[in-house]
T-cell receptor, first 115, second 114 residues
Framework: GAGVSQTPSNKVTEKGKYVELRCDPISGHTALYWYRQSLGQGPEFLIY????????DSGLPNDRFFAVRPEGSVSTLKIQRTERGDSAVYLC?????????????FGQGTRLTVV | AQSVAQPEDQVNVAEGNPLTVKCTYSVSGNPYLFWYVQYPNRGLQFLLK??????LVKGSYGFEAEFNKSQTSFHLKKPSALVSDSALYFCAVRDDNYGQNFVFGPGTRLSVLP
């Protein structure tokens, strides 16, 4: 498909385990974003990539969270030593270039449940 | 830093009536404003944006929004609501003084009653 693809769509993990969430952006989009959405709330910014580099990671809540985008396309959000409070929907988005007026296109999200 | 407020958690409107979903923002630089819609168990879907120019912008599915600089508002509107418009609506802002991330409001749940 032509949209942003996120896998898995659902992930259940035990407290303390490590998880990886994958995002495949729209082809040709150089900007990629990760957001986290808790029930009943708006999306919360985590990290933004321009190309391969993390241009802004100020939203990552702590050092258990890390994201990579090694080839400037697919990105992986990694969470170590998961906690129950990490349970949320993790949204990925991509946009064309760095223009502030460019809208972002979102994937359907990965619902992470830590039990 | 930039911020977005959506003062109404819930908006109810009868089918066929006009609808308004409110949004106000705070930025230090020039605002770039966006509306997104979220259907159950789906990601966010882009509706429309304001960058510059005409204060009234038109978007998908008959939605429009009016930018008001003096009131720092960007309310979403539709002349005639459909039951299928029932969803969660998010306003978002970018501030060219603060980088590229989108700051989202808390969302407004719109219910269109038949």
């Amino acid at each position: 498909g032509a949209g942003v693809s996120q896998t898995p769509s659902n992930k259940v993990t035990e407290k303390g385990k490590y998880v990886e969430l994958r995002c495949d952006p729209i082809s040709g989009h150089t900007a990629l974003y990760w957001y986290r959405q808790s029930l009943g709330q708006g999306p919360e910014f985590l990290i933004y990539f321009q190309g391969t580099g993390a241009a802004d990671d100020s939203g990552l809540p702590n050092d258990r969270f890390f994201a990579v985008r090694p080839e400037g396309s697919v990105s992986t959000l990694k969470i170590q030593r998961t906690e129950r409070g990490d349970s949320a929907v993790y949204l990925c988005a991509s946009s064309l270039g760095t223009g502030t007026g460019n809208e972002a296109f979102f994937g359907q999200g990965t619902r992470l449940t830590v039990v | 830093a930039q911020s977005v407020a959506q003062p109404e958690d819930q908006v109810n409107v009868a089918e066929g009536n006009p609808l308004t979903v409110k949004c106000t923002y705070s930025v230090s630089g020039n605002p770039y404003l966006f509306w997104y819609v979220q259907y159950p168990n789906r990601g966010l879907q882009f509706l429309l944006k304001y960058i510059t120019g005409d204060n009234l912008v038109k978007g998908s599915y008959g939605f429009e929004a009016e930018f008001n600089k003096s009131q720092t508002s960007f309310h979403l509107k539709k002349p005639s609501a459909l039951v299928s418009d029932s969803a969660l609506y998010f306003c978002a802002v970018r501030d060219d003084n603060y980088g590229q991330n989108f700051v989202f409001g808390p969302g407004t749940r719109l219910s269109v009653l038949p």
